[in-house]
Structures are given as C-alpha cells and as structure tokens.
C-alpha cells in the first residue's frame, strides 16, 4: 500500500531569519562553515 497525500506543506526561513532567531553575529561566521542538521 503507498502512501497518499493528498495536502502537503513545506516551510523554509531565510538566512537573516535563523540569524536573528539564534542571535547569530554574522561578523564570527565568515569563512566558516555551517552545519545544517537536519535540513533535509
């Protein structure tokens, strides 16, 4: 049996949007690299 959605929603943030949520300094993050788990 497969399953069968019939509704789906996908939601994403910006960049700026995870910055200022984690009050990430920007500044501290150039060169560096970046973890995305689990960003799919």
């Known amino acids: ?3 069968q959605l ?3 929603l ?3 943030r910006t960049f700026d ?3 200022a ?3 990430l ?3 501290r993050l150039k060169g560096k690299k970046v973890l ?3 960003g799919g």
Do not use: H, N, Q, R
């Open 1 to 3: 049996m497969a399953l």
């Open 6 to 8: 019939e509704d789906f």
């Open 10 to 12: 996908i939601t994403g």
């Open 17 to 19: 949007e995870y910055a």
């Open 21 to 23: 949520f984690f009050d």
């Open 25 to 27: 300094d920007i500044g």
């Open 36 to 38: 995305d788990c689990p």
